[in-house]
C-alpha cells in the first residue's frame, strides 16, 4: 500500500520528530537528498547552469542549501530571490559557496538554465501563486531546462491537489518524509512529473494517512483464486441488467468485463436487442429478455451490476427501482446514475452500493457543474460518499475510491488512451465480479480499477514500448493476461 498525507498531517509528524533532532537537521536531510537527484540529472554539475527560485519559507531554504551544494561542486548556481524575506541560513550558505543572488523577475537566469529549482512555496502554499512567484512559474514552463519542484510543484496544493491559477510543471519533483495527497491527484499530479521521495526520518511519526494507493501485490491479495472445492456458483454469480434495444454495446461491453474477470456465472438481463448481442459475443453468458420491471425471473445473483445503456425512461426506471429493492450488493453506472440523481430515495437498502460516476455523472447527482468537481476531485468524491451513503468511484484522469471512515484510495494504473468510449462499461463489469465474488464495495471498485488500468496499460503499449489507441474489448481481452502476471 502507498500511502499520502495532507500538509497538515506532515506538519505534526515534522514537529513530533524535529523534537528528537539537532536544529537545522531536517532541512540539511531534505537538502542533502535534492542536491543528489538534481546532481544525477544533469550530464556533468561542474559548470552546468542552476536556477534557484527561492520562496519566502523552508521550502526556499532547502532550494538554497541544496543550491549551495551544487556550487561546491562547481555549477554556475543562481538564486532569483523572490520572496519578501528569504532564509538566512541557506542564503548564508549558497553565498559562501560562491552562488550569486538575483533579485526578481530575473527571467532571463531561468532562460539560461540547465537546471530549473523550484522553491517558491512547499506544503506552506495557500490559494494563487502571487507575482512575482506566477510569473517564474511561467518563464519555467517556457525555458528548456529541466524543472525540479521542491517537495511540490508550487502551485498546486498539497493536501488536494488542486490547482488555483498557474502552478510550476515540473518533470520531477523531489519529495520529503512522505507523499503528499496532490501528488498523486489531477490536476497537481500531471504537474510533477516523475516523484522521488526522499527519507528525513518521518515514518515513525506518521498518523494513518489520508489517501492510499494499492499495489499489484495488495489487488493480487484480494482477488478470489478458485479452489478444488470451488464451484461456480462459489466463485460468484453476477447479474447485469445493462443495454437496451437501442444500446447494446454497452451490456456487451460490461459482461466482456465480468467474463474476463473471472465471474463464475455471467447472469445478463435485459433488452430482446441487448441480449441478442451478448448471446452472440459472450456464449458464456446466461441470457435473460426481460418483458416487465422484474427481475425475479433472472435466478440468484450475489451482486447485480445496473446501468450501462440501460436507458432513462419509465421502464428503465422500474426496472432500476426492481434491482435497487433486491438484498444483494448493486453496482451502478451510467443510466443507473442518471436514474438515481432524480430520486436518490432508491439508495435506501438494506446492502451494499456503489456508484461509479464520471465528473459529468456526479454532477447531476451533486448539482455541482463538472469542471469544480474535475477540478476538485477529493473533496467531491468525499462530499458524494457523505450525502449519498455509499462507497463512490469517481473515474477519470485519476480515479478516486471513496468509502466513510476509510482512507480515499487513489487509482494508480491507467492510461490516458482509457478515455475512450465504453471502457466504463468494461470496468462495471469488473467491479461487479468482484462484488459477486465476496468483496466490500470498497475493495472491489478499488481492485478493480486497479486491473482495468493494468489491462488498459498493457493493451496500448506494442512490442517496441510505444502506446497507442485501444478499444474498450481490448481491454476485456486483456484481462486474464494481467491478472495471470499479478
Ligand atoms: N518543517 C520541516 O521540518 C521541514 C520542512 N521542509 C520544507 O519546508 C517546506 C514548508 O515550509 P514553510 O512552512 O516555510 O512554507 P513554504 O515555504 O511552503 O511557504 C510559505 C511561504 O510562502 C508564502 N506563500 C504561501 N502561499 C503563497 C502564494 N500562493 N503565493 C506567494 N507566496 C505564498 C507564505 O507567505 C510563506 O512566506 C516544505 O514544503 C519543505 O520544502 C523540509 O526542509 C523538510 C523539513
Ligand atoms: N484522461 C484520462 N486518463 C486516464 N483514464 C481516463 C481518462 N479519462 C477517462 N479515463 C478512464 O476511462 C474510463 C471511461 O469511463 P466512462 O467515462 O464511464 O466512459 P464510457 O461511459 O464511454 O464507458 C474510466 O475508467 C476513466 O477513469
Ligand atoms: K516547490
Not at 143 to 161: E, R
Request: glycine fraction near 14%.
Amino acid at each position: 500500500m502507498r500511502t499520502a498525507y495532507t500538509s497538515e498531517q506532515i506538519r505534526t509528524a515534522e514537529h513530533a520528530l524535529m523534537a528528537t533532532v539537532a536544529e537545522g537537521e531536517l532541512m540539511r536531510r531534505a537538502a542533502t537528498g535534492l542536491a543528489v537527484v538534481c546532481a544525477g540529472l544533469l550530464p556533468g554539475v561542474y559548470g552546468s547552469r542552476v536556477a534557484l527560485l527561492v520562496g519566502s519559507g523552508d521550502n526556499g531554504g532547502d532550494a538554497l542549501y541544496a543550491g549551495a551544494r551544487l556550487a561546491r561542486r562547481g555549477a554556475r548556481v543562481e538564486a532569483i530571490l523572490a520572496g519578501s524575506r528569504t532564509h538566512e541560513g541557506g542564503l548564508a550558505a549558497l553565498r559562501e559557496a560562491g552562488g550569486r543572488t538575483v533579485e526578481p523577475p530575473g527571467h532571463e537566469v531561468v532562460e539560461r538554465a540547465d537546471l530549473i529549482v523550484d522553491g517558491l512555496v512547499g506544503i506552506g502554499g495557500a490559494g494563487e501563486l502571487r507575482e512575482p512567484y506566477r510569473g517564474l512559474a511561467l518563464a519555467a514552463e517556457r525555458a528548456p531546462g529541466l524543472v525540479v519542484a521542491v517537495d511540490v510543484p508550487s502551485g498546486v496544493d498539497a493536501s488536494s491537489g488542486q490547482v488555483a491559477g498557474v502552478a510550476v510543471r515540473a518533470q520531477l519533483t523531489v519529495t520529503f518524509g512522505a507523499c503528499k495527497n496532490g501528488l498523486l491527484i489531477d490536476p497537481g499530479k500531471s504537474h510533477c512529473g516523475r516523484v522521488e521521495l526522499v527519507d528525513i526520518g518521518l515514518g515513525p511519526y506518521l498518523p494513518d494517512p489520508d489517501v492510499a494507493s494499492l499495489t499489484d501485490e495488495d489487488v493480487a491479495d484480494l482477488l478470489p483464486t478458485p479452489e478444488a472445492e470451488s464451484d461456480k456458483y462459489r466463485r460468484g454469480v453476477i447479474g447485469i441488467v445493462a443495454g437496451s434495444d437501442r444500446f447494446t454495446g454497452a451490456a456487451v461491453l460490461s459482461v466482456g468485463g465480468a467474463v474476463r474477470a473471472g465471474a463464475g456465472l455471467v447472469r445478463f438481463a435485459g433488452a430482446e436487442a441487448a441480449a441478442r448481442q451478448v448471446r452472440n459475443s459472450w456464449p458464456e453468458a446466461i441470457t435473460t429478455v426481460l418483458d416487465g420491471p422484474s427481475v425475479a425471473e433472472v435466478g440468484r445473483v450475489q451482486a447485480w451490476v445496473l446501468g450501462p445503456g440501460m436507458g432513462t425512461g419509465p421502464e428503465a426506471e422500474a426496472l432500476a427501482r426492481a434491482v435497487l429493492a433486491t438484498d444483494v450488493p448493486v453496482l451502478v453506472d451510467a443510466d443507473g446514475l442518471t436514474l438515481l440523481a432524480r430520486d436518490r430515495s432508491m439508495l435506501r437498502r438494506s446492502a451494499p452500493t456503489v456508484l461509479t460516476p464520471h465528473a459529468g455523472e456526479l454532477s447531476r447527482l451533486l448539482e455541482v457543474p463538472s469542471d469544480r468537481i474535475e477540478a476538485a476531485r477529493l473533496e467531491h468524491v468525499r462530499r458524494a460518499v457523505d450525502e449519498l451513503g455509499t462507497v463512490v468511484l469517481l473515474k477519470g484522469s485519476t480515479t478516486l475510491i471513496a468509502e466513510e471512515g476509510r482512507p480515499v484510495r487513489v487509482n494508480a494504473t491507467g492510461t490516458p488512451w482509457l478515455a475512450t468510449g465504453g471502457t466504463g462499461d468494461v470496468l462495471s463489469g469488473i467491479a461487479g465480479t468482484l462484488l459477486a465474488a465476496g468483496l466490500s464495495g470498497y475493495d472491489a471498485a478499488s481492485a478493480a480499477a486497479h486491473l482495468h488500468g493494468l489491462a488498459a496499460q498493457a493493451a496500448s503499449t506494442g512490442k517496441s514500448g510505444g502506446h497507442g489507441p485501444i478499444a474498450a474489448m481490448d481491454v476485456a481481452q486483456t484481462l486474464p493476461q494481467v491478472i495471470r502476471s499479478l
